[in-house]
């Protein structure tokens, strides 16, 4: 799969930005001397950790040059850094108070070993912090599955995702020793049009489907059929607009002290 696409991901910086903001409401003031924001991306989330905790010194990583190339030139008083996660992790020197991640480890094989290492990388007491999207309960996602089970089989081999189920990570956070706090949260996003929906998912999960496809045309056809489900689905509103439902889960989960 090519690398991001930054600007195409920053169409909608507001929306994109807004499950950080709130997750960083929900960590307790503390005196965070170091913070680790996996999967920075353009920096919109290392910025808002930034502006909340100012003395603390913050690292972003991501794996895409796209994304670092953004960050770096809209946050240049930020540091950032190339990391394939989880096992970039063993390369990161000491340990962190906080460890944040915003719309990132869904994309991640391994998830019990991602987060044992980010709990090995913390400090004690220190603050996991995380959001992803509940792709499995995502009305986009649903179609988009449906509609390659049903005629698009040529891309059922693509698998972009390795959330957990909630349950499955109350479980696994529980047995890696944390306390923690686990919520969902559905944000009602909105787009000006039923194409908008197509151009969110542009900048995020669309991405491999229609890079497997091998024409314009083919692509056309493919984001025409999911149009054609999506205006079924999603009512458009008095003022012309459509709600673009985006179930997120989010816990905070502290390392217990030894």
């Not at 960590?27 to 996996?38: P, Q, V």
């Not at 108070?97 to 094989?109: G, V, Y």
């Not at 693509?158 to 944000?187: A, C, R, S, V």
Request: aromatic residues 12%; proline residues 4%; contains cysteine.
């Amino acid at each position: 799969m090519s690398d991001w696409n930054s600007n195409q991901y920053m169409k909608f910086e507001r929306e994109r930005t807004q499950p950080s903001k709130d997750l960083i409401s929900r960590i307790e003031d503390m005196n965070f001397s170091r913070i680790l924001d996996l999967g920075c991306g353009p920096g919109n989330s290392t910025y808002a950790l930034k502006s909340k905790f100012k003395e603390s010194e913050i690292i972003g990583v991501d794996a895409s040059d796209n994304m670092l190339e953004k960050a770096r030139k809209e946050h240049n008083d930020l540091e950032f850094k190339k990391c394939f996660l989880p096992n970039g992790l063993d390369n990161i020197n000491g340990k962190f108070d906080l460890i944040f991640s915003n719309a990132c480890i869904h994309w991640i094989p391994k998830q019990r070993e991602l987060l044992t290492k980010c709990r090995d990388k913390l400090s004690d007491g220190g603050i996991l912090a995380v959001q992803i999207p509940f792709i499995q309960n995502a009305p986009f996602y649903k179609i988009l599955y449906k509609s390659v089970d049903e005629k698009w089989h040529k891309l059922s081999s693509i698998k972009n995702f390795h959330n957990l189920m909630p349950e499955e990570y109350y479980d696994l956070l529980n047995e890696l020793g944390f306390d923690f706090d686990i919520w969902q949260t559905t944000y009602y996003h909105t787009v000006s049009s039923h194409e908008g929906i197509i151009d969110w998912y542009k900048g995020s999960g669309l991405r491999p489907y229609l890079e497997a496809l091998e024409s314009d045309e083919e692509r056309q056809e493919f984001i025409s059929d999911l149009l054609s489900v999506i205006r079924e689905k999603y009512p458009t509103q008095s003022n012309g607009n459509v709600i673009l439902k985006m179930p997120r889960v989010f816990f905070v989960a502290r390392k217990n002290r030894r």
